[in-house]
């Protein structure tokens, strides 16, 4: 229970942090393999909170230039080498994004 209020507060934090749209992304240089293979990590350029309609806890819903996609709420999260949100995804066999890797700054 204390990591799902934890997981929650951590979330409502996030989603009032402005996130710095435009800036480049100089990560590939910390992108563990497994997870980017040099072209499926990018910085988080936009990010929701989405209440399933059947009721549950909130999903992070992020966006980067590769698409968006649906965080799990127990998906396992790395710490970000440069303070940003970033997140690796990619296509599965149906279209809808799978993530690899999320990697998220220490203080959130």
Not at 36 to 65: F, I, W, Y
Request: charged share 15%.
């Amino acid at each position: 229970m204390k990591t799902i209020v934890s997981t929650l507060i951590a979330l409502s934090v996030l989603a009032c942090t402005p996130l710095p749209l435009g800036m480049p992304a100089w990560a590939h240089g910390w992108y563990p393999k497994e997870c980017c293979n040099d072209m499926d990590c990018a910085p988080v350029e936009a990010m929701t909170r989405h209440v399933p309609a059947g009721g549950g806890l909130p999903q992070l819903v992020v966006k980067s230039k590769h698409g968006t996609a649906i965080i799990p709420h127990d998906y396992p999260v790395r710490e970000s080498k440069d303070g940003r949100m970033h997140v690796c995804m990619r296509p599965d066999p149906w279209g809808a994004m799978d993530v690899m890797c999320l990697f998220m700054p220490p203080h959130m």
